[in-house]
């Protein structure tokens, strides 16, 4: 059956490639005239944004279709009804787009011209990047019983995304340009289903910057506020990008005036914690100070159906903490990444944020679903394989011999840090568990085709995290006294070093310290990273008096 029906998506395919191609023929200066980012004067949809909107709704159909049709069977069957649904709509948007008479280049000013006014001088901005939340910082191991756990917000596309997309252009994007097309003014909040990520993912052949512009040009004053939005997320920490008014600004600048154009623009509150670090506060342009937990907050009571701020919000948070949201409810981290599932029972980056605040046995999600630690960190990998922290996770909590994904796989413990270092080649603290793992003279092959000894893995670990004092630690355990190894700086160093270098980067643990004292002879003296010299009982009156 799930044969039949990738058949039968693939002639549907074709006839809308078709279509497109014959689109793409007749428009082609758009492309061209798109290639600069700085405008002036108001901005609206016209005819031949009309069609870059139904070249891009075209091409993420058939990303879709390719996508699912490499998917297990299942998902060739249940995705099957929406593809259909989204190939019918998106094709009344070419056929709409095909009946427009051609737009001519801009820059040539013929007849049909696009009324945009676009500078001769392009505005550089940073490449596209995907928004990435605050993140918790994983709890190094020492051991292979010492569990550490691990969470990101770094998202994928998706079948299932894609899918949703189409929906999107189908409730959204056709009563939208078609009133633009009719000459009429557009109320875009008057459509609180849509989702501007994805508006904007539709202006090709424009890139998502090109269109984040566009749209911070325009004289409406949500659009204008979703544009500024758009363009801080294509900002990297410590870029800036020039904005419609000529003003230089970096993301939480772009956010905040995001914020005045329409203070009900929740998702700049969301957007401009991630220029914020730790408990630093932004002034609004009201002249109020707003913390990272005040703007999340303020962002779920705009939209409390949004999931993000509520991951975001646990993950800043902290462990047994909680936070009380303006509604007058009072919610733990682990509540938090409820909520968000909530909003969102496909967010693969809650389930793993939950499996780690999870303190009791299982609980019951929003959809009625019981889930444990491991059942939610293996939904996470289920809805993105690609998901290296909840790979590690799973390993660390595992106690039995292997476990079985949802596609099938059995892992055991190694194989899944494999796959962890397979989706993140330069994740640190894979590297070191694994190395834990692993016996003297044995050797891992990796995805990347490299096969390394578990000595050679803690320096992997230490390449990539120069400041990770466990790797440092493990790498002199696994030494002989009169051993040495070069670390990736180039030097060469013994158990004793490697001590002191874990000692260095992380002054509260105390294993190494230990560790040192096991190297010395009774009143034998040892010269510290920091000058000091010390006898084998005064270090070690050290430890002893913290633990007393």
Not at 533 to 540: A, D, G, Q
Request: charged share 20%.
């Amino acid at each position: 059956a799930a044969e039949e029906k990738k058949e039968e998506l693939q002639h549907m395919l074709a006839d809308l490639q078709g279509d497109t191609e014959t689109l793409s023929q007749r428009h082609q200066p758009l492309p061209a005239a798109a290639n600069c980012l700085t405008t002036t004067g108001p901005v609206m949809l016209t005819p031949a944004t009309f069609v870059m909107i139904a070249l891009g709704a075209s091409r993420a159909m058939q990303d879709a279709c390719t996508q699912v049709c490499d998917c297990p069977v299942q998902t060739v069957l249940d995705s099957f009804p929406r593809l259909v649904a989204g190939l019918e709509e998106v094709r009344e948007l070419v056929a709409l787009a095909l009946s427009l008479p051609c737009q001519a280049d801009p820059k040539s000013g013929g007849e049909g011209a696009h009324p945009i006014s676009i500078s001769e001088t392009a505005t550089a901005l940073s490449p596209e990047v995907p928004e990435s939340q605050p993140r918790d910082t994983p709890m190094p191991v020492a051991s292979s019983d010492d569990a550490s756990t691990a969470t990101d917000e770094t998202t994928t596309p998706s079948p299932s995304a894609i899918i949703q997309f189409v929906k999107d252009v189908r409730l959204y994007l056709r009563p939208f340009v078609l009133q633009a097309l009719a000459g009429e003014v557009t109320d875009v909040s008057s459509y609180p289903s849509m989702n501007p990520d994805r508006v904007l993912q539709t202006l090709a052949p424009l890139t998502y910057a090109q269109g984040a512009w566009l749209l911070a040009c325009a004289e409406e004053v949500h659009m204008a506020s979703l544009g500024l939005w758009a363009l801080s997320r294509c900002l990297g920490t410590g870029q800036t990008a020039i904005l419609p008014d000529g003003t230089v600004a970096d993301l939480v600048q772009m956010c905040r005036q995001a914020i005045q154009v329409d203070p009900k623009n929740y998702l700049a509150y969301n957007a401009i914690t991630y220029g914020l670090a730790g408990d630093h506060e932004v002034t609004m342009a009201d002249g109020a100070k707003m913390n990272t937990i005040q703007l999340l907050t303020e962002c779920i009571d705009l939209n409390p159906d949004y999931a993000h701020p509520y991951q975001n919000l646990a993950n800043a948070l902290g462990d047994g903490r909680t936070v009380g949201l303006k509604n007058g409810r009072t919610l733990s981290r682990s509540q938090l990444y409820w909520e968000a599932l909530r909003c969102d029972p496909m967010y693969h980056v809650a389930y793993n944020g939950l499996g780690n605040a999870l303190e009791e046995d299982s609980i019951v999600l929003a959809d009625g679903r019981t889930m444990n630690k491991q059942s939610l960190y293996i939904e996470a990998i289920g809805l993105n394989p690609d998901y290296c922290y909840a790979y590690f996770n799973l390993a660390c909590m595992l106690h039995s011999p292997a476990v079985t994904l949802l596609d099938g796989r059995h892992l055991t413990e190694k194989q899944l840090y494999i796959e962890a270092l397979r989706c993140d080649p330069e994740y640190s603290y894979a590297f070191n568990n694994l190395a834990l793992l692993m016996a003297a003279g044995e050797t891992i092959r990796l995805h990347d085709g490299r096969t390394l000894t578990k000595r050679e893995m803690y320096v992997e670990a230490i390449r990539f995290n120069p400041k990770y004092a466990y790797a440092y630690n493990n790498l002199g355990v696994d030494l002989g006294k009169e051993e040495t190894i070069s670390l990736p700086d180039g030097r060469a160093v013994g158990k004793q070093q490697l001590y002191m270098e874990a000692m260095k980067c992380d002054a509260s643990y105390k294993q190494p310290v230990l560790n040192l004292v096991g190297t010395l002879e009774d009143g034998e003296s040892i010269e510290l990273f920091d000058g000091r010299v010390v006898t084998k009982e005064e270090l070690s009156a050290t430890v002893s008096g913290d633990e007393a």
